[in-house]
């Protein structure tokens, strides 16, 4: 009947003596004996410009030490990372969209890099904020590379005084390039969508089209339409108040 006082040593294989106990159920059935699994070769990956047409933007980053030596596919990859990142942002922007304060570090923190952000602090009410905001929506819809948002100004800014609306922020890459209050920055109460776009347009690219230069510099036409536009509502204001006196 064999050798008796062979036991299970884990391998798998088992005396005769050990099957019958098995088979009384006076013991366990061993766990079948290990086997290594078939050895499969990696299919190999073709590294061309339709592998890498079909990577996202996260992929082609990693991907940026696998092109040293191929400048033809390195530069076919930094154009397509160029235009991933150009199709994220026309299909994020395009409206001014408002965001509570919860919302405020995603939004416009951590937009994202070179990503320029217009925040409109406003109230309800607030005749100015409505002028300035029918602009900014305007431009919003005109410059969808710029990210444009509003919020309420005690959302972002607990007690934050109404005589400072609208506060208009400037933000990118994290930082804050520019707080501008009140209407005077934007040629006054009489403001229009040209004259708010050529003050932000001091401060960077920020209303300008695909492939416009742009300059820090405003034009002289530029320059001459906000000043001719400050005057009268300077005028229009101190004649307010004079007929406010006299009654």
Partial sequence: MGDYHTYYTGTGET????????????KEKPPPKWKPEKYAPEEEVTKDAAWLA????????DLEDDFDDDAVLAEYRRKRLEELRQEVKAQQ???VEQIS????VREVTNAGEEVWVVV?????GVPQCKVLGMCLDELASKYATTKFRKIISTECIPKYPDSNLPTVL???????VKTLVGMVPFGGRHCNPEQVAFTLNRFGPICRLEGEEHSNEPTTEEVKAYMERLVVDVMEKKKEQEDAGDS
């Fill in 15 to 26: 005396t005769e003596w050990d099957d019958l106990q098995v088979k009384f159920g006076n």
């Fill in 54 to 61: 079909e990577k996202e933007e996260e992929e082609l980053s």
């Fill in 93 to 95: 922007f395009g409206s």
């Fill in 101 to 104: 304060g919860s919302d405020f």
């Fill in 120 to 124: 409109h602090l406003f109230k309800d």
């Fill in 170 to 176: 400037i933000y990118k890459d994290k930082q804050c």
